[in-house]
């Protein structure tokens, strides 16, 4: 599965856990399986607002676009992600934000 993100700065969290063709995004499943080799699940066909474009089966891999919130200190990497490519089972594992500036308030 190759998974494109499509990065939109928002405070929204995102959670994808992928088992085979299934992907569980924020609790709520969507069964690929029934995309066949060379077929097109067009993006209005999907009742989610995760998913930003088709679902395409090229050469035997599902392709996919899925929004990707950045929150206020997003990363370079969030800002600009790579495509995920090969995405094993289980979480799928986003690039992350920047930390966190520590308070450096003197009581």
């Known amino acids: 599965m190759k998974i494109i993100l499509s990065p939109q700065r928002r405070d929204d969290t995102l959670e994808v856990i ?3 063709d299934v992907l569980t995004i ?4 969507f069964d690929l399986s029934p995309i066949g080799e060379g077929d097109t699940l067009p993006r209005d066909a999907i009742s989610s607002i995760w998913f930003s474009g088709n679902v395409d089966r090229i050469n035997g891999e599902l392709v996919l676009t899925l ?3 950045n929150p206020w200190n997003y990363s370079q990497e969030q800002a600009f992600p790579v495509p995920l490519e090969n995405v094993p089972d289980g979480p799928v594992v986003f690039p992350g934000p920047l930390p966190e500036p ?6």
Do not use: A, D
């Open 102 to 107: 520590q308070n450096t308030e003197v009581p």
């Open 67 to 69: 929004l990707f919130p």
């Open 26 to 29: 924020n609790g709520e499943n």
């Open 18 to 20: 992928k088992s085979g």
